[in-house]
């Protein structure tokens, strides 16, 4: 696990430097506010010197005490004394053990609906368990079951357990990182049998244990297929599909466990049928034809997978992929 500070070997001289991580510093809006171009100055200027390179998983550090005072002094209001931080997050970590059982519940649980946690884009069962093992940490301090001394636990515990809430945010542990969600948490992951019989599933986020989530079966996938094979020239209409299909849901009372019909977004409807797959489509009309038949339709209702155009006789080819956009203001869209 990669806390915002740690000690590393300065490449020259081989000594063990103190060093915030760049991420920690700069990037992505956090840490001690300085921007992303504060820290490309700073390193141009030689202000700073920096051990290491960032990208493809790597992480890049500052050397701490080559700071300016005034970022140094940013630091320590963020985070607090980053030597004495250092070694409260050795400790911490030295306190942390992976609760395998809590791996084995999430592994095998279910919802009511029948599915399991997801674990392609996220494992969950490994992210969750690892908020559980991080939880019990948290109930070992709170009770003071760790052999360390008691300075030990007053400096963890100091600030409404501020270290131990610095180094969960660090390292994206999914548990809540305000003090009094993360004590209300506690209390819920101990239940009325203590630690011993950890409640596991209090844990896991409303969003993947939604009991009315949709999972259609065979007969029910089998008629959104047919209708997709028997759309002709609308086949890449996936509103005009979610609609079809919510015709027949209606005809045959298909409802989910909350008693309301089943119906499927656009998104929906080309997750089931292709899995967001790029898909080729090949016409005879030229750009402007798949423009108003389909790629008009992909812009505005953002529903699919992206798309392979080839055009038939005018010798070109283009790329068309539909990505999500980023809202500017409310009248105004800006597209990658």
Not at 307 to 312: N, R
Request: proline share 4%.
């Amino acid at each position: 696990m990669t806390p915002s500070f740690a000690h590393k070997q300065h490449p020259s001289t081989g000594i063990e430097m103190l060093c915030i991580s760049v991420k920690a510093f700069a990037y992505d809006g956090e840490g001690v506010g300085a921007k992303s171009d504060t820290y490309q100055k700073l390193r141009s200027r030689k202000q700073i010197e920096v051990i290491g390179r960032g990208g493809n998983g790597n992480e890049a550090w500052i050397i701490y005490d080559t700071m300016p005072e005034e970022y140094k002094n940013k630091v320590i209001a963020r985070y607090g004394n980053p030597y004495g931080l250092t070694r409260l997050h050795e400790l911490l970590n030295s306190l942390y053990s992976f609760d395998y059982r809590a791996y084995d519940f999430y592994r095998d649980f279910k919802t009511e609906s029948g599915r399991s946690l997801p674990n392609q884009d996220t494992d969950w069962p490994k992210e969750l368990a690892k908020a559980a093992s991080w939880m019990n940490v948290v109930c070992g301090l709170a009770e003071k079951t760790y052999p360390i001394s008691k300075s030990e636990y007053a400096n963890v515990r100091a600030d409404e357990y501020k270290p131990v809430r610095l180094l969960l945010e660090s390292n994206k542990i999914w548990l809540p990182y305000s003090y009094d969600k993360l004590m209300a948490r506690r209390k819920q992951y101990l239940g009325t049998n203590g630690i011993n019989a950890p409640v596991y599933d209090c844990l896991i986020p409303k969003t993947l244990e939604n009991t009315n989530s949709l999972a259609l079966n065979d007969d029910q996938l089998a008629v959104l297929k047919t209708i997709y094979s028997n759309a002709g020239s609308r086949q890449m209409d996936f509103t005009w599909v979610a609609t079809k299909f919510r015709l027949v849901c209606v005809a045959k009372d298909w409802r989910l466990k909350n008693g309301n019909l089943i119906q499927l977004t656009p998104e929906a409807v080309a997750d089931y049928l292709f899995n967001h797959k790029k898909q080729t489509i090949v016409l005879k009309k030229g750009k402007k034809a798949f423009a108003k038949e389909f790629g008009l339709k992909q812009v505005l209702e953002r529903p699919s997978a992206p798309l392979y155009f080839v055009c038939h006789d005018g010798w070109d080819a283009a790329l068309y992929y539909q990505k999500k956009v980023e809202v500017i203001d409310k009248k105004t869209l800006k597209t990658k």
